[in-house]
C-alpha cells in the first residue's frame, strides 16, 4: 500500500547551515535590541542597589558641635505645668495641662532654673529629665521684673551635671550661639546661629523693661522658654525668653536674659526665696518724669521725694518741693551712674540693677544749673 510513496529529501548540508546561522543571528539582534527593556522590566528605576561612598571624617566645626549637645544635653530639662481648676456644677477640682518650656540645673542641690513666664499661673510643675525620669517640682522663688524662676527637684542618684557658667559683659555681635530647649514639645532641641545685638530692652507685663538682653538669630520657638543659650565653649551666657515674631514662631529674633543678671539674681532667690533690688531710698515716677523733662527742659531722672533714714538721705539728695497750687520745683534730677547716662525712669532702675546692694555708686546730679557728684551706698529695696 505504501510502496509507492517516495521518502523525503534530505537537505543540503551547507543550506541547513547557513539556516541556522541565520537564525541564530536574528535572535542575537532580537535580544540586543530588547535587552535595556528587559533590564528596565526586572529593575526598579528608584531602587537600584548602590555602592555605598564613605563618608571620612566630620568636620571640625561640626565635631564641636556634636560634643557641645553631647555635654549639655542631659543638663536640660523639660517642664510640663498644671493649672487646678474646679467645676462649677461637681465642685471637683481636677488639673489641666497649661503649658509646658524649658530649664537646666543649676548646682548639684537639684535647683532648676526657667522663666517666670514657664510657671506662672500653674500650680504644679513636672520636671523631666534627658533619661525619661520625671519629677514633681517646688518652687523656690521668682523674680518677675527678670522673668526668671527657680524650682527644686529631689533627683536621688545619677544627678545631671550643672551647666559651667560664663560670662555676658564681654559678649561680642557675631560670636556663635547654641540654644537647647524644647520648642513645640519636641523636646531636646539644639539651634544654632550668632549674637545678632546686645543690650537689648523688652518690655515687660511684671514691672520694669528687662535690660542689657542678648538678641540672637539662633531658632527660639515656644518651649524653648528657660532653655540655656550656650557659647561655643558650652558655656551658660544666657536665658531663652522671648521672641519677637508676627506669627508666633520664630523670625530670626530671639532675645536671652544675660549670664550675669542671672548670676545676680539665682543665688539671693535660692537663699532668700527672692530677689532683692538694690535702691537708692527715693520715689521717682516715669510718666510724671517724661513730662516734667520736657516742660522745664532739664536731664535725667527728677527726685520726687527722699524717704527719710534712707541711703539717699545720708547722701544728700534733695527732692522736689511741691506748692499748694500742685506746680513742682525740681531741686536733684539724676543724669549719670558711675558715668553712664541715665535718661529716663527705666534706664535708671536698670543701672540700679547691675549693682547689689552694699554696692556704692557715684550719682551725677544737676542741682541748681550745675554739675555735682554724689557718693550713695545702695539699700535694699522694698
Known amino acids: 500500500m505504501f510502496s509507492n510513496l517516495t521518502p523525503p529529501t ?8 547557513m539556516v541556522i546561522i541565520a537564525l541564530t543571528t536574528a535572535v542575537l539582534m532580537l535580544l540586543w535590541r530588547t535587552l535595556p527593556l528587559i533590564e528596565s522590566f526586572f529593575t526598579p528605576e528608584n531602587g537600584e542597589i548602590r555602592t555605598v561612598t564613605a563618608r571620612g571624617d566630620l568636620a571640625l566645626d561640626e565635631r564641636a558641635t556634636i ?5 549639655s544635653h542631659d543638663s536640660v530639662v523639660f517642664i510640663s505645668t498644671t493649672k487646678l481648676v474646679r467645676d462649677i456644677w461637681t465642685r471637683n477640682v481636677f488639673a489641666v495641662p497649661r503649658g509646658n518650656g524649658s530649664g537646666f540645673f543649676w548646682d548639684d542641690a537639684g535647683h532648676v532654673v526657667t522663666n517666670f513666664h514657664v510657671i506662672q499661673g500653674a500650680n504644679e510643675a513636672t520636671v523631666k529629665l534627658a533619661d525619661g525620669r520625671d519629677y514633681k517640682a517646688a518652687l523656690i522663688g521668682v523674680s518677675p521684673s527678670h522673668d526668671i524662676a527657680v524650682l527644686k ?5 545619677k544627678r545631671p551635671t550643672p551647666i559651667p557658667i560664663g560670662t555676658s559683659h564681654d559678649l561680642k555681635v557675631g560670636q556663635k550661639v547654641f540654644a537647647i530647649g524644647n520648642p513645640f514639645g519636641l523636646d531636646w532641641t539644639l539651634t544654632t546661629g550668632i549674637i545678632s545685638a546686645l543690650d537689648r530692652s523688652l518690655a515687660s507685663e511684671n514691672g520694669p523693661a528687662i535690660e542689657h538682653l542678648i538678641q ?10 528657660g532653655g540655656p543659650l550656650l557659647d561655643s565653649a558650652g558655656r551658660l551666657i544666657g536665658i531663652n525668653t522671648a521672641i519677637y515674631s508676627p506669627s508666633g514662631a520664630s523670625a530670626g529674633i530671639g532675645f536671652a536674659v544675660p549670664v550675669d543678671t542671672v548670676m545676680r539674681v539665682v543665688p539671693q532667690i535660692i ?13 521717682v515716677d516715669e510718666r510724671f518724669n517724661d513730662q516734667i523733662v520736657q516742660l522745664l527742659n ?5 527726685v520726687l521725694s ?4 534712707s541711703a539717699a538721705e545720708k547722701a ?5 518741693t511741691i506748692s499748694m497750687e500742685g506746680s513742682i520745683a525740681p531741686k536733684d534730677s539724676i543724669i549719670a551712674i558711675n558715668g553712664k547716662k541715665v535718661e529716663s525712669v527705666a534706664k535708671l532702675l536698670a543701672r540700679i540693677d547691675d549693682f547689689n546692694v552694699g554696692d556704692v555708686v557715684t550719682l551725677t546730679i544737676f542741682r541748681n544749673e550745675q554739675i555735682h557728684e554724689v557718693d550713695i551706698t545702695l539699700q535694699p529695696g522694698v
Open 10 to 17: 534530505q537537505p543540503d548540508p551547507f543550506v541547513r547551515r
Open 67 to 71: 560634643q557641645l549637645f553631647e555635654q
Open 153 to 157: 527637684i529631689g533627683v536621688g542618684f
Open 216 to 225: 540672637t538669630d539662633a531658632a527660639i520657638n515656644p518651649g524653648n522658654s
Open 271 to 283: 537663699d532668700k526665696g527672692k530677689y532683692i533690688r538694690p535702691s537708692l531710698g527715693i520715689s
Open 298 to 302: 532739664i536731664r535725667g531722672v527728677v
Open 306 to 309: 527722699v524717704t527719710p533714714g
Open 316 to 320: 544728700g539728695l534733695r527732692g522736689a
